[in-house]
């Protein structure tokens, strides 16, 4: 029911959050045809904008495209006019999705046994060679790691390619460069995480009666120190999104994130308000599923 | 740890002070930092106002173009030259100062905004309580970022039809990043203050004092606020770095600090462009980098440290 009040929710959220994203780029002064390569003759710009319902009032234009959206139909891109933006959609969010998930993946794949690594070993080699490295991840953005892996791996040894999208092998570089940031940041919230729970009484007690560590640490502990991990969830994939710009821009991926950032420079309105909903979709439902877990895992925590 | 009869008298902040400084790492991101501002502060009065003058044998203008681009490291150039013949080393420089003073300013827009939120919230309680943090929860799921990309590029042309002057739009467009950096990062802060807050003022000292007569703005002021700085100061030393970061992503997709003008992000923006297979100008690439991993990482041990000396369980476990 809780859930189900939360979706609910989600329908007049991002109502408001299209409507502020349209309004300050209609808003602005800039139309998306002022860089057109030939100057137009003042007619054949009138027609331009009467084509794309551009003279007509603000709400007006801003309820064609929501009724386009309505039926599946993002409306065509004002600066790449032979495409329309679903077709553009289409063929970059799974190549952006696939990125973001491959480097969740390898943030928790790697933070998550790090940061338990170093917080069981807390104070012994263990963990002053995993809290460095944690700490250097943080300290390294993926607009740092980019270029360095380019230069080394790619240019250099050539062991990677560097551009574009293919093979397997070329998603090896965007992932370590998205997700190297991310593990760090989760490895420290899962040593300490995991350092609070081993001082819990519940701990103690187990220990008490004699569970073996291994189960302790597993079974028992692990399942509470990881509730950090999955609260970061949420501002992780926010982060994330940010960090995939960069990446889809170093590595020219033809992902969604680049039109992004180009989207809102040319004023090219229905994709980028298109583009701020589809993001703000996948935030919210990954919010929610976030919040759903954290009630899975979380005894004290009864949303129903 | 023994305890001795002095240590016992010493006053919590005494004790969390001596833990800090016996941190190594955190001592030493300190001397890094207060070497970095002194640097950053002293090298605009050394290289001088004038662009063509070389003051120095290798102080050099940010700006003053040279004779040599893509000079390798070494002479008058100590990190090589760019592109236009401009000296790498003080263009680093410039860049970290612009990159400090964003992360500064961006975390004290989001220390106001967040205390202020959070106070309020954790205060006033109830329904007020409820609707505030659940507007904090909505704006944590937004993609606020794409707001602050869509602002600054909208920016420059809400200013024209203003008729703002031509000279104060790079300025304004300069305090809108401050602005909206700070305006995206004040969410945790907000949580973080609210949940102290929420916890101090059912304490007996708020009871004493509001049945002395003190109204509700003087015991949050007074009273309560005094007792959540040790977590703001933690939580806003880390909050810099993550501004400085923003910063450098924004500044590294042509959004942030436009050029001539150099901030590290654009910085790393410009040396990726000359990585390529025929030559590697491997400097201009490598040194800014430096400088940026240099001073996050700075910046992290301080904050790890701060963290670490005024956590209360330490105080408990050893003196």
């Known amino acids: 029911m809780y859930f189900f009040r939360r979706t609910l929710f989600l329908i007049p959220l991002l109502l408001v959050i299209s409507m502020v994203a349209f309004t300050l780029v209609r808003m602005a002064p800039g139309g998306p045809f002022d860089k057109e390569r030939a100057p137009a003759s003042p007619e054949i710009e009138r027609n331009l904008k009467a084509k794309y319902h551009l003279d007509k009032p603000l709400p007006v234009q801003y309820a064609i495209w929501l009724g386009g959206v309505l039926r599946g139909d993002f409306g065509p891109s004002l600066k790449y006019r032979s495409h329309n933006v679903t077709d553009i959609i289409a063929s970059g969010l799974p190549i952006t999705l696939v990125l973001g998930g491959l480097a969740f993946a390898f943030a928790l794949g790697v933070g998550i046994p790090l940061g338990f690594i170093t917080a069981v070993k807390k104070g012994h080699w263990e963990d002053h060679v995993g ?5 250097l991840g943080i300290c390294i953005p993926a607009l740092v790691v980019g270029p360095i892996l380019v230069m080394f791996f790619g240019v250099r040894w050539k062991l990677f390619p560097v551009a574009l999208i293919g093979t397997p092998m070329h998603l090896v570089l965007p992932t370590v460069t998205l997700g190297l940031f991310f593990a760090g940041r989760v490895a420290r919230l899962m040593r300490e995480g995991m350092l609070g729970v081993l001082d819990a009484e519940f701990i103690t ?3 008490s009666k004699g569970v073996p560590e291994r189960d302790i640490l597993l079974r028992h502990a692990f399942r509470t120190a990881v509730l950090p991990v999955v609260s970061y969830g949420g501002p992780l994939l926010a982060d994330l999104m940010i960090g995939s710009f960069v990446v889809e821009q170093l590595f020219r991926i033809p992902g969604i994130g680049v039109f992004l950032v180009s989207s809102s420079l040319n004023r090219d309105y229905t994709m980028l308000v298109s583009l701020v909903l589809l993001y703000a979709v996948v935030l919210l439902v990954a919010n929610l599923l976030v919040d759903f877990a954290y009630g899975l895992l979380d005894p004290r925590v009864k949303l129903a | ?35 970095l501002l002194a640097l950053v502060i002293v090298w605009p009065f050394l290289a001088g106002s004038d662009v063509t003058a070389s003051p120095g044998d290798f102080i050099h203008h940010p700006d003053a173009h040279g004779e040599t681009p893509f000079a390798e490291p070494g002479g008058a150039h100590l990190f090589g030259t760019d592109i236009h013949g401009r000296d790498l080393l003080s263009r680093i420089v410039a860049g970290t100062r612009i990159s400090l003073i964003v ?26 309580d409820s609707l505030m943090m659940r507007v904090v929860d909505i704006l944590y799921s937004l993609p606020s970022i794409i707001f602050v990309i869509v602002l600054i590029t909208t ?4 200013l024209e039809r203003w008729g703002v002057s031509s000279d104060w739009i790079p300025r304004l467009k300069f305090i809108a990043l401050f602005a909206g950096l700070g305006a995206v990062s004040w969410l945790t802060m907000a949580r973080i203050v609210r949940g102290q807050v929420l916890s101090l003022r059912t304490r007996q000292f708020v009871e004493a004092s509001r049945a002395l007569g003190a109204g509700d703005a003087h015991i949050l002021l007074r009273h309560i606020l005094p007792n959540t700085a040790g977590i703001i100061i933690v939580y806003l030393t880390l909050t810099v770095p993550a501004i400085i970061l923003y910063e450098s992503f924004l500044s590294y997709l042509g959004l942030g600090i436009q050029p001539p003008q150099a901030s590290l992000g654009s910085l790393i923006a410009d040396g990726s462009l000359q990585i390529n297979p025929i030559r590697i100008y491997w400097w201009l690439l490598v040194f800014p980098a430096l400088a940026l991993v240099g001073t996050l990482l700075a910046l992290n041990f301080i904050g790890d440290g701060l963290r670490d ?5 330490a105080d408990r476990n050893a003196g």
Do not use: C
């Open chain 1, 131 to 135: 809290g460095t490295l944690a700490i």
């Open chain 1, 205 to 207: 007690a187990a220990r």
């Open chain 2, 1 to 35: 740890m023994v305890m001795d009869g002095t240590a016992q008298q010493d006053s919590p902040n005494k004790r969390a002070w001596r833990r800090f400084w016996r941190n190594r790492l955190a001592v030493l991101g300190s001397i890094a930092l207060v070497l």
């Open chain 2, 103 to 128: 992360g500064a300013v961006g975390a004290i827009v989001s220390l106001v905004i967040g205390v202020f939120w959070g106070a309020v919230a954790g205060y006033t309680g109830g329904r007020t």
């Open chain 2, 155 to 158: 920016l420059h042309g809400f």
């Open chain 2, 309 to 313: 000396a005024l956590d209360p369980k």
